[in-house]
């Protein structure tokens, strides 16, 4: 299975960039790859996928480098409500499964 | 509102009993999913069900049992065989189709008294 390899923790500025970093050295051609985020006690939220191309929606950006080996979200302002554990995810699918795999995450935290 | 249900948000269970945790979505997704969350960890997948009355078993399945008996229900039972039920319980759903993200109920905190 790919895996994802990210830094434990991060911190930012209200108001700036948030910049988290993901490693997928191994992913697969068909692989997507997905952030999520998870505020305490709480279901993961969606952030964005994307596959090849760079992405972008009301939430975040998503860079991913040309060999596909790592990608970057970027939160553009960040706020205080952007706190959260950010999981970085290589979607496995194949005719015998179809799963997330979560690694720890990047705890980011978000000062004022 | 559209999404995904799960209740109850906070069970506790007895050694030795069965209980079954409940999932609804009415998003029309096609694919459900049961994961467990331990303290400062990822995500680990139970089972998934990509169609009615067919499910899978994931990377944890022994000790916990799955039924996919309608589209927007997938009930999960921990059972008296699993030795470690304590955890955070979460359920995703997701359209068919490759590349289609899944999203999160609130997921249920499981206890043993």
């Known amino acids: 299975d790919a895996k994802t390899t990210q830094p434990p923790s991060m911190d930012c500025a209200e108001g700036r960039a948030a910049n988290l970093p993901c490693n997928h050295s191994t992913i697969s051609g068909n692989e997507y790859v997905y952030w999520y985020r998870q505020i305490h006690s709480q279901g993961p939220q969606y952030i964005i996928h994307g596959l090849k191309n760079n992405e972008t929606n009301e939430m975040a950006s998503l860079i991913i480098t040309e060999d596909r080996k790592s990608s970057t979200l970027i939160l553009p302002h960040a706020t205080l409500r952007d706190t959260a554990v950010y999981y970085c995810i290589v979607r496995l699918v194949s005719y015998n499964t179809d799963k997330l795999i979560f690694g720890t995450g990047t705890r980011l935290q978000v000062f004022p | 509102d559209g999404g995904i249900t799960q209740s109850p948000k906070y069970l506790f269970r007895k050694e030795g009993q069965n209980v079954t945790l409940s999932c609804e979505q009415n998003?029309?997704?096609?694919?459900m999913y049961w994961y467990r969350q331990d303290p400062g960890q990822g995500l680990r997948l139970i089972y998934y069900?990509?169609?009615?009355?067919?499910?899978q078993k994931g990377d944890i399945a022994e000790g916990y049992s799955v039924s996919r008996e309608k589209k927007e229900s997938f009930p999960l039972t921990v059972t008296s065989a699993q030795k470690n039920p304590t955890a955070f319980y979460l359920c995703?759903?997701?359209?068919?189709?490759?590349?289609?993200?899944?999203?999160f109920g609130d997921g249920t905190r499981l206890s043993i008294l």
């Open positions: 995703a759903s997701s359209r068919a189709g490759q590349g289609q993200p899944q999203h």
């Open positions: 998003l029309n997704h096609d694919a």
């Open positions: 069900s990509q169609i009615v009355n067919d499910f």
